[in-house]
């Protein structure tokens, strides 16, 4: 008699457990809570189907908002143009002199001669847009590198400081392109 004590207690366990399970899970359906069961089954398929599996889960999951639940700030649009005007710089050194060395074996002259005979014949309105184009990125980006400097010596670096040398930066840039252009 005492060993069929614990078997029927170990039933009784077992169908609680059973119908806690199963509110549980009619709780959380109720709730629009998903329940993922791992079985044998699942676990034992192979990493081609898992894979469709998981490319089929991340289907249905939503897209993060990223930019568009942010409002716009000076510190990322700042932050954005100095990687820009740095690649742009970086692409235009390494453009232009591939395009010096490889010059000759087509037959084009690219030499400060030739360069300067046919930037002087054109207009006036060309030569200063052409200037301005590229003073804007080069006058932008050492700009902001010398703010970049700034803050690594530990300055300005409360909200207010990096907004204040940020307009310092835009207005750095815009005397600069324009003293460059003049030239």
Not at 9 to 22: E, I, P, T
Not at 29 to 52: H, K, M, N
Not at 97 to 108: D, E, K
Not at 145 to 171: E, N, P, Q
């Amino acid at each position: 008699m005492s060993s069929s004590r614990p078997l029927v207690h170990l039933l009784l366990v077992q169908q609680k457990s059973a119908l806690s399970r199963s509110l549980i899970n009619r709780n959380a359906a109720s709730l629009g809570i998903r329940q993922f069961q791992v079985t044998r089954q699942c676990s034992e398929q192979s990493p081609s189907a898992e894979s469709d599996i998981l490319r089929a889960q991340r289907k249905l999951r939503p897209n993060s908002p990223h930019l568009a639940i942010y409002q716009p700030q000076l510190t990322w649009y700042m932050s954005s143009a100095h990687r820009l005007t740095g690649v742009a710089i970086g692409g235009a050194l390494y453009l232009s002199s591939m395009a010096y060395l490889a010059a000759p074996a087509f037959g084009l002259h690219i030499d400060s001669d030739t360069i300067i005979t046919h930037f002087a014949a054109a207009p006036d309105a060309v030569k200063y847009a052409a200037k301005a184009v590229l003073a804007a990125p080069f006058t932008y980006h050492v700009s902001n590198g010398l703010r970049h400097l700034v803050w690594d010596s530990g300055r300005c670096l409360d909200m207010k400081g990096v907004y204040r040398t940020g307009y310092a930066v835009l207005a750095s840039t815009v005397i600069g392109t324009l003293y460059l252009a003049s030239l």
